[in-house]
């Protein structure tokens, strides 16, 4: 009965052995070409078919851009600010609309409601004030956002809502 214990533990660890093998050569030689791609930063994420579409390409790795860059490739800015809802969650209303490419449809007026419950109350301590929303394509769609009280803006580095608003009129 040991004999046949024994030669059982050995096929089965000769057979983990094998697997483990298989196992490796799979993750390191089979798997790394399908999913290490040279990726070109100005590549867009969906393949657009229409001419309009191709003129506003959206951006990969849109939060990694400087300011100045994010602001030069987004085709509409907004400022939002949280109001408390019907719920007791927050909702983003459009404060402003600090940039607007011609030609590109946006879905949202001064004064309309972005979206609802996009901040739940968890405590009475954290209060969202406003937000910086970057949009990019045709129509526009929301590609990073930022919160923010006063008027630094920490998310874009500690820029002053003035200076964006100035940078926004040059684009």
Request: hydrophobic letters at 35%; a negative charge.
């Given at each position: 009965?040991?004999?046949?214990?024994?030669?059982?533990?050995?096929?089965?660890?000769?057979?983990?052995?094998?697997?483990?093998?298989?196992?490796?050569?799979?993750?390191?030689?089979?798997?790394?070409?399908?999913?290490?791609?040279?990726?070109?930063?100005?590549?867009?994420i969906t393949e657009a078919s229409s001419i309009e579409n191709n003129k506003y390409p959206?951006?990969?790795?849109?939060?990694?851009?400087?300011?100045?860059?994010?602001?030069?490739?987004?085709?509409?800015?907004?400022?939002?600010?949280?109001?408390?809802?019907?719920?007791?969650?927050?909702?983003?209303?459009?404060?402003?609309?600090?940039?607007?490419?011609?030609?590109?449809?946006?879905?949202?007026?001064?004064?309309?409601?972005?979206?609802?419950?996009?901040?739940?109350?968890?405590?009475?301590?954290?209060?969202?004030?406003?937000?910086?929303?970057?949009?990019?394509?045709n129509p526009a769609s929301m590609r990073y956002s930022t919160t923010y009280s006063g008027e630094r803006i920490r998310g874009l580095g500690g820029i002053s809502l003035d200076l964006?608003?100035?940078?926004?009129?040059?684009?």
């Amino acid at each position: 009965m040991l004999k046949k214990f024994l030669s059982g533990v050995i096929f089965g660890s000769g057979f983990a052995v094998a697997a483990l093998s298989l196992y490796t050569a799979w993750m390191f030689y089979v798997i790394p070409p399908l999913v290490i791609q040279d990726f070109d930063p100005e590549m867009t994420i969906t393949e657009a078919s229409s001419i309009e579409n191709n003129k506003y390409p959206n951006t990969l790795n849109f939060h990694e851009l400087s300011v100045d860059e994010m602001i030069e490739k987004a085709t509409v800015i907004l400022t939002v600010r949280y109001e408390p809802g019907e719920d007791g969650n927050y909702k983003s209303v459009v404060e402003d609309i600090l940039k607007q490419e011609d030609g590109v449809d946006l879905y949202y007026g001064v004064g309309e409601v972005y979206e609802e419950n996009t901040h739940h109350k968890m405590s009475d301590d954290f209060t969202p004030k406003k937000a910086v929303v970057f949009m990019q394509g045709n129509p526009a769609s929301m590609r990073y956002s930022t919160t923010y009280s006063g008027e630094r803006i920490r998310g874009l580095g500690g820029i002053s809502l003035d200076l964006l608003k100035e940078k926004c009129s040059k684009t």
